[in-house]
């Protein structure tokens, strides 16, 4: 089966990674239950995998699983993205937007086109860095980041000229 280091890095790497997983699938499907199932499959799939092939980023890997796996499940339920400030993303509550600051960003974020709105969620929201983005959707790091830069740029001329 595993070789002892090598399943205690995937443990690691796993558990290092179980609420930024479970929130980047609760923040796409908007329903705990189904989040923590997407995980869990995913983790299944991953060690799965990693049993027949050797896995160069197994964060990456792992993100991207549950990224595919949550894209399957919103194309089967037609459910919409829920709402930025339902996702507990930040641990001080003096730090939280309020109500109509995070209105005006859902509303600037849904404005973009999906691949530009989906990058500034990941990197903003999820944490995740411009190499892992480009991992997990794919597609290169140069695309990424003019995507993110794009969407940023186009979010701040409408806040500014709505406001």
């Known amino acids: 089966m595993f070789g002892n280091a090598k399943r205690r890095n995937i443990d690691e790497v796993i558990e290092a990674n179980l609420d930024g997983l479970l929130r980047f699938a609760y923040f796409r499907v908007n329903d705990r239950t189904e989040a923590e199932d997407i995980v869990y499959e995913a983790v299944l799939r991953m060690l799965e995998s990693s049993k027949k092939n050797k896995l160069d980023d197994i964060k990456c890997y792992l993100f991207r699983i549950v990224y595919n796996l949550c894209q399957d499940h919103w194309r089967q339920r037609r459910i919409e993205r829920i709402p930025i400030e339902m996702v507990d993303v930040l641990d001080n509550p003096d730090d939280r937007l309020d109500n109509e600051e995070i209105n005006r960003i859902n509303a600037l974020l849904d ?8 990058i500034i ?18 597609i290169p790091q140069s695309t990424a980041k003019s995507r993110f830069y794009s969407g940023m740029k186009k979010m701040r001329q409408k806040y500014f000229t709505n406001n």
Do not use: C, H, K, Q
């Not at 404005?111 to 989906?118: F, K, R, V």
């Not at 990197?123 to 480009?134: A, K, P, R």
């Open 111 to 118: 404005g973009l086109p999906p691949s530009e709105a989906e």
């Open 121 to 138: 969620r990941m990197n903003v929201t999820d944490g995740l860095s411009f190499v892992e983005i480009s991992r997990i959707l794919e």
